[in-house]
């Protein structure tokens, strides 16, 4: 246990993601990682009556399914990592309070997903709690109508947009078993250069995961290419063309990069601009696919950085830029020993 | 380090808070803590243009102050735990735009005061990182309007409504060093018995503040006169009265209990209603009086535990009732090894 550098904690003792869910709506499942879901819902409302009882709902079974697929049950779990897009968190909140886990609740808006892991990780490694799990979620229509204007607007998206996942993904760590580890930590600044353009979230995002990758990589003295996959949250097509010249920019080829929100939707066939973001889009891919192909030994080393644009419609609405976070996680596969 | 009981977690390496700051308003510093504050801000714009933003300085002078009084620069901090109430944590994430400190965005409503304590402490015992920050804020103006009713439309208020402290507190904790020391932390589970008025948070919220404490009890085997001090967050004058008569009902009288929403405002003279609330309330109450009393030696064991409503605007309008949450966090005085 201990820091690395300047940002960076090193888990001497690595957790292991004994499982993971993933759920999401039914465009995900349409794309080209529907395979990878455990469950597609056909059904936006998820069965519920509003949009935000429907990611409640959809979060709530993420878990649940994430927890059964390790054998536990709620009661053996030390405690949920969780947060969400909507205002106050109530998906997360919502989705929670039937389970009888300790919870702490999160906002690191699209970088839920990696912020949860790693205060799980570290919770786990410390030896606070023997299991401990992280979730998030995000839901296209109930994001939609609080962030920018009611569906039955049908307002046009500009170019850079991206498209809100519906979906969720859920990992439960362990002190011991088989499953990738997560051998290190790097929580992000909050980067702001400028941008204030709530219809371009990957350029505002951008700036935050070079700034938390940099770190990464000088801290821990590993090269890019230690990674099989560099993977980030939801910078969609322009954030990553954006963080690629950053890095080109200092010499570095990010040959290993992908990007959750570019890998969600097929980007000629599905009409989402930008790409994917929100938090359920890099939790869904990575609790999905990406854990899955370090389960099955096709990548070795996956760096996870999930990005995260912290503005609220208040904020621009007062002419405010927007500031970007981006936390990292280093994943490998194998079990603990 | 390791786990006590169900739900409590044990810091082998206690923690010191080295240093503390609390910055209120200017009804906050008319209150009978009013000298317990490092600042009081008459002009409730904090020298800014909106309320929103001035909620983000007010947090991040509170940081300022807190960090230079333990003699540290931002560089020498390892992270900072910070939430808020307003949509999408905008007071924290733009308060601490310009610090450059790895950041972890909580949300955890009123109770992030002790949800951020309680991970800076993990972080800390466990060696992550050698200091670490916990901070939080609320403003009065700015979680009106959002909340509520625009402030200009002068709403009747109910006789159990309870005041939005204007005001922020910070606490930085260290591996070593003299200062009160964290010993045990116990999170807190999502408790809902049902209660729907969204203008009586005390009564919503006491279940929860009970159902933490006696798993703190009995997790950690100490009876409630071990602590010197009990400390809810903002349950207020009805959420109180409601938590000693669970207690009760146990035949167990809670005499050392006091609530930061008791104590910030003069009941009589303030026209308060039913007592201070918000992240803000419980966070200058602990990082002003109460810490000043553990450093002075008037107390030895306090048990702060801070509670939080876990709704929104939203889910009130969709008829859903109000979750609560209370993370509970064990001081005493003295310093480390």
Known sequence: MGRMGKQTFVLDSPPAIVSSAAVAGKKEGDGPLGPSFDIVCEDSFFGEETWEKAESSMLSRTLSLAVGKAGLD????????????LNQCVGSSFGLRGTDVPVFGLYGACS?????????????????????AAVTSSHFCSAERQYRTPLEYGGQRTPTAQWTVTGAGCAVLAASGA?????????????????????????????????????????????PDFYDLILTGDLGFIGSEILRGFFERDGVSLENHNDCGMMIFDRVGQDVHGGGSGC??????LCGEILGALRAGRWKNVLFAATGALLSPTTSMQGES??????????????TR
């Open 179 to 223: 499953g990738p580890l997560i051998t290190h930590v790097t929580p992000g600044r909050i980067v702001d250069l400028g941008v204030k353009d709530a219809n371009n979230m990957g350029a505002a995002m951008a700036p935050a995961a070079y700034d938390t990758l940099r770190a990464h990589f000088a801290d821990t003295g590993r090269a």
């Open 112 to 132: 839920t997903m990696a912020e949860g892991l790693a205060l799980a990780a570290m919770t786990v490694s410390a030896g606070y709690a023997e299991t401990a």
């Open 280 to 285: 359920g889009c890099s939790a869904s891919v």
């Open 322 to 335: 927007i500031p970007g976070i981006c936390c990292a996680v280093a994943l490998t596969s194998g079990e």
């Open 74 to 85: 709620f009661s053996d779990l030390g405690c949920v990592f969780s947060g969400d897009l």
